[in-house]
């Protein structure tokens, strides 16, 4: 049986989400496998797609264990992206890392290494390719669920990567490098989400290769030049 809920008092909380510190694994228990089955479903099918009575039968719980954990089916995805925001913190992390001064002729391409390299490793990870597809699908969604925790989350790291390639690349109007990061987002999310190179390539080349790394940082290097070279 779950264990009782909380008083009337204790529930007039405004946060009912059960914490689980960011990247905690072990040791096993229902919380987990509550949370991991979200991410797996919300990746598979979408978050609009997925029921609270889908996330128990894929984790083996009472329904009513995933509300007492998590509160609303948006809370439980807003736990999923605080549960992983370690790797957010190192690509912030290593984004001020680089020097950005005129001093440094690399800085664009260290700063996109430093925005890129994290993100494909996660998804190359043990459990990292179902949080990495639902970070795509977020993206993607417009919706406000979705939408909820793109802005706290991942608008931070964006206006950091923008401010930080503004200083690299002076010539450059901020307009320009926001539309830059568009672009690169996208080769981004496509690399680490998108399994169409497996049929173009005739089965030659494998999604989300991180063995491609190398070439998905120089392409997007280039492209941040490109922009800096054709500002009159």
């Not at 809920?5 to 509550?34: C, F, Q, V, Y």
């Not at 954990?69 to 912030?92: C, N, Q, S, V």
């Not at 190179?197 to 941040?224: H, I, K, N, Q, Y």
Request: aromatic share 8%; glycine share 6%.
């Amino acid at each position: 049986m779950p264990p009782a809920p909380p008083s009337a008092k204790a529930a007039g909380k405004t946060r009912r989400r059960s914490a689980i510190a960011p990247g905690e694994t072990a040791p096993p228990n229902r919380r987990l496998d509550i949370l991991k089955s979200a991410e797996e479903l919300f990746a598979e099918r979408g978050y609009h797609a997925v029921s609270v009575r889908d996330i128990a039968a894929r984790a083996g719980v009472p329904l009513a264990l995933v509300g007492y954990y998590f509160g609303r089916k948006e809370e439980l995805l807003g736990t999923i992206f605080e549960h992983r925001r370690a790797y957010i913190d190192e690509r912030l992390q290593r984004i001020a890392a680089v020097d950005c001064s005129p001093a440094n002729p690399d800085a664009v391409e260290e700063l996109v290494r430093a925005w890129v390299e994290p993100a494909v490793l996660l998804r190359a990870s043990e459990g990292g390719a179902a949080f990495s597809l639902l970070v795509a699908r977020t993206t993607w969604d417009q919706g406000p669920e979705a939408q909820g925790v793109i802005e706290p989350y991942y608008d931070p790291l964006a206006r950091a990567f923008i401010a930080a390639m503004e200083r690299a690349l002076p010539r450059c109007d901020r307009a320009t490098i926001v539309w830059g990061y568009e672009y690169a987002l996208g080769a981004l999310l496509k690399h680490i989400a998108d399994r169409r190179v497996e049929r173009l390539s005739d089965g030659r080349e494998t999604s989300a290769d991180p063995g491609r790394m190398a070439d998905l940082v120089r392409f997007l290097t280039a492209g941040f030049r490109a922009l800096a070279t054709a500002m009159p």
